[in-house]
């Protein structure tokens, strides 16, 4: 059952990332190019990941 809800979880969020600076969400295709749409940094992390940090 778990398991089930992370993929959906993960079809959900896949492309958002989350700045590590101002944690705001972006909307983001290629993370590796991507800027935080409100202070510009560009440490984005997946939205998914915050359960493991
Ligand atoms: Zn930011």
Do not use: H, W
């Not at 089930?4 to 944690?23: G, H, M, P, T, V």
Request: glycine share 4%; hydrophobic share 25%; with cysteine.
């Amino acid at each position: 059952m778990a398991e089930r809800f992370d993929l959906a979880e993960k079809r959900l969020f896949e492309d958002i990332y989350i700045c590590r600076k101002c944690n705001a969400r972006n909307k983001v295709q290629n993370p590796d190019e991507a800027n935080c749409r409100k202070c510009g940094y560009d440490g984005l992390r997946p939205k998914n990941s915050e359960i493991t940090e």
